[in-house]
């Protein structure tokens, strides 16, 4: 079992930033793929960043190129949100997995591993 723990959530005015950061002690997240995803109330879950294993290849949804930035350090997953807006609130996930696919603007998982999530609010 995968244990995936983010944090660095919370409450921020538009136009603010926050660093989201995924982490496990199980395992190196630079053998992995990894994906954020999030989910906003009443909406699906949606893909929004990915870097791949190994080359650390990096795709953004196209709503948040130019605002977040996804990196890599050994066993931690950042996420840098700049420029917040109100849409980008919802529970932020770390995902990875054998069935994690990311391409430019397209994220597809399956009953991969998730992180707990965290609550990302941006509200004036």
């Known amino acids: 079992q995968l244990h995936l723990v983010e944090s660095g959530g919370g409450l921020v005015q538009p136009g603010g930033s926050l660093r989201l950061s995924c982490a496990s002690s199980d395992f190196r997240l630079d053998y992995y793929t990894i994906g954020w995803f999030r989910q906003a109330p009443g909406q699906e879950r949606e893909g929004v960043s990915c870097i791949t294993k190994g080359d650390g290849l990096t795709y953004y949804k196209d709503s948040v190129k130019g605002r977040f930035t996804i990196s890599r350090v050994v066993n931690t997953v950042y996420l840098q949100m700049d420029d917040l807006k109100p849409d980008d609130t919802g529970v932020y996930y770390c995902?990875?997995?054998?069935?994690?696919?990311?391409?430019?603007?397209?994220?597809?998982?399956?009953?991969?591993?998730w992180g707990q999530g965290i609550q990302v609010t941006i509200s004036s």
């Open positions: 995902v990875t997995g054998p069935a994690l696919y990311c391409t430019d603007n397209y994220f597809y998982t399956e009953d991969d591993y």
